[in-house]
């Protein structure tokens, strides 16, 4: 089964060569492909895919001139994909690449009914206590067991791709498709994934309290319209 990773970055040039070289280093002999998406990055993140690219035949590049959302990324990335499995990732390096090579051995020992998630540890308590309260309310609002749900890697089977109807184009894509997944009775698989530090750069949104508010607030309000769509 070929596996596609794909990898959204926004102004991740600091983690670029390191990314590179560590997708280069799990996807070596193996049938995988690395997509990363410039999502509109400011930086000089085009400069640097464009004359490291060449030394990596597994990774590949897309290129999206506005940010249209973290979530319009990742669509953008699978509708290039193409692999039978199907993943995506965070540029950062908090989590491996390898990761999803370990994923994959859950659909060769499952089969494709499966939706697969890391499942993080490593994070600090607040971080912990932050991910408990989320899940609690989106279990009692969609009525559906979740836990950890803006963990990585994600993956599932081109199928259920081509069955998503209006994915939303920010952070709640983790969530969609999550509950998606339990919706359509998927059995959901998760795996331990080591969370470490960001080696550069910062976070698009968890800052600080401040900024985790409005994450929560935007996630209520797509929790609630979901809820209704259903």
């Not at 959302?69 to 965070?90: E, K």
């Not at 690449?97 to 499952?110: K, N, R, S």
Request: glycine fraction near 8%.
């Amino acid at each position: 089964m070929k596996l596609s990773v794909v990898i959204p970055c926004f102004n991740e040039s600091a983690n670029l060569e390191s990314l590179l070289s560590r997708c280069h280093e799990v996807g070596q002999d193996k049938d995988i492909e690395f997509i990363i998406v410039d999502n509109g990055s400011n930086d000089n993140t085009g400069e640097i895919l464009g004359n490291l690219l060449p030394l990596y035949s597994s990774v590949k590049s897309i290129r999206l001139e506005v940010n249209r959302g973290y979530g319009f990324g990742i669509i953008s990335g699978l509708r290039q994909a193409s692999g039978q499995i199907l993943s995506w990732t965070h540029a950062d390096l908090q989590t491996d690449p390898m990761d999803a090579v370990i994923g994959l051995q859950l659909f060769v020992e499952y089969g494709q009914g499966i939706f697969v998630k890391g499942r993080r540890y490593g994070r600090p308590f607040s971080d912990i206590a932050f991910t408990a309260g989320m899940s609690i309310f989106e279990t009692v609002l969609l009525r559906q067991r979740m836990w950890d749900i803006n963990a990585q890697p994600t993956m599932f089977t081109r199928v259920f791709f081509e069955s998503w109807q209006d994915p939303p184009d920010d952070f709640s894509i983790d969530l969609y498709a999550y509950a998606m997944a339990a919706r359509q009775g998927l059995v959901i698989k998760r795996f331990p994934v080591r969370f470490g530090k960001r080696k550069h750069g910062i976070s698009t949104w968890n800052v600080d309290w401040s900024s985790k508010f409005k994450f929560i607030s935007r996630t209520i309000r797509y929790s609630l319209a979901l809820g209704r769509r259903w």
